[in-house]
């Protein structure tokens, strides 16, 4: 398929599925308030369309830009490409959520949910300056395990909800309370939660089109579960008296994923395979924290955890590398082989996904294995989605 037949099929069942799933919600002005922001998000899409090639001369003009090491010993290896493309879509996703707030608030008539989105753009904003700084200074691996750890500052302030967990139906019948009051270890979750979402994005990486690919898809799929428990779809929601917080919650969800969702899309454009911008630091750090948000505000981590299991596989894989047990190289890429366009893994090959799934379904060229990896995204999404029927009334 070419390029164009790929994105459009992507952005087809990325964004397809979310609008159908507007069409069960029987609140009309809940319908209402997302289509509001739908209508947002596509000037957020068209805005990053815009501004993408503007950031892209600025940041190759101040020399932050880099080769693709994928097609090295190629012509197009040779070329500089810029860096920190993600600042567009990061800014704009920004303005996107200013806005949102703003149709938010005059809808309900009341300051509760201002704290919570100004939360979230203190701490996403905070992580978008942090991923910028690190494309510029470089900061070493080990610093930026924690760098999450001060963006989410704001949010942990600002934070007022619950911090308990609701216990499985399994386990409250071994005799352990229904509801399990946390205090002060629900915020270290909250934080680590923070940490692992940003990274995990950050170091599945290396491939045109794959951290900008996993964000959308993972957007996408949140955005649809989101609209699901709003709908009230069996299995989504809660019922009783938690039934209008959790519908608020996933109303604020969604208003974060919509606009990531159309802002990323419009990244793809330039990133997908043959990349004309590299996303950087800038927007992995700041695309995993707004999933995070999103998690933490809506209140479906574990749910969000399931959507990430790539991430989660690929982050524990790691580990060893990350933390110096094993050697760990600055770039974990596989090897192109020049003669054939075919990437291939080291021949002591990195632990990360990436070369991982070279060596269990052999060599390939970088769009495809960009595809393999994002149709395991999907997988995964879809298994969540599965389960999350198939134990309803069972789990929680």
């Known amino acids: 398929m070419s390029r164009a037949v790929q994105l459009a099929a992507l952005g087809l069942v990325g964004f397809g599925l979310p609008a159908w799933a507007v069409t069960l919600i029987s609140d009309v002005r809940a319908q209402q308030l ?19 090639p503007k950031v892209a001369a600025k940041t190759q003009a101040r020399g932050i830009c880099g080769k693709d090491l994928n097609k090295k010993g190629t012509p197009a290896g040779d070329k500089p490409i810029p860096e920190s493309a993600g600042l567009a879509p990061g800014c704009v996703f920004l303005l996107c959520v200013i806005c949102f707030e703003l149709l938010h608030y005059y809808d309900i008539g009341s300051l509760a949910w201002l704290v919570d989105y100004n939360a979230a753009l203190a701490t996403i904003g905070f992580m978008l300056f942090l991923g910028f700084s690190d494309d510029v200074l470089d900061i070493r691996w080990r610093v930026k395990l924690i760098l999450p750890l001060f963006a989410s500052l704001p949010l942990l302030v600002a934070y007022s909800g619950g911090t308990g967990i609701a216990l499985p139906k399994p386990l409250a ?12 270890l629900y915020k270290v979750y909250m934080v ?18 794959l951290e900008a690919g996993q964000t959308f898809i993972v957007a996408c799929a949140v955005l649809l579960h989101n609209l699901l428990s709003v709908a009230g779809w069996p299995g989504w929601g809660a019922g009783g008296a938690d039934a209008a917080a959790a519908r608020d919650g996933h109303l604020f969800s969604a208003g974060l994923m919509l606009p990531l969702a159309a ?3 419009g990244l793809l454009v330039f990133n997908w395979y043959p990349s004309k911008v590299f996303v950087g630091d800038t927007f992995t750090y700041f695309a995993g924290m707004t999933i995070a948000v999103a998690g933490i505000l809506g209140h479906f981590s574990e749910t969000l955890l399931l959507f990430l299991l790539p991430q989660v596989f690929n982050f524990v894989y790691s580990l060893p590398q990350l933390f110096g047990i094993v050697h760990c190289p600055r770039h974990r890429l596989p090897v192109f082989d020049p003669a054939t366009g075919l990437l291939r893994p080291k021949d002591a090959p990195d632990w990360n996904l990436v070369n991982l799934t070279l060596q269990l ?12 990896l994002l149709a395991l995204q999907v997988a995964s999404c879809a298994l969540t989605f599965g389960l999350r029927y198939l134990l309803q009334g069972y789990y929680k």
Do not use: D, Q, W
Not at 173 to 184: H, K, N, R, S, W
């Open 192 to 209: 680590m939660l923070g940490i692992f979402c940003t990274n995990s994005i950050n170091i599945l990486a290396g491939v045109n089109g």
């Open 34 to 52: 997302i289509v509001a922001c739908a209508i947002v998000s596509f000037f957020g899409f068209l805005g990053t369309i815009y501004l993408v």
């Open 173 to 184: 019948a071994l005799g352990l309370p229904p509801y399990l009051e946390l205090g002060i």
């Open 263 to 265: 802002t990323t899309f």
């Open 361 to 372: 379904f052999g060599r390939c060229g970088e769009n495809a294995l960009c595809i393999r």
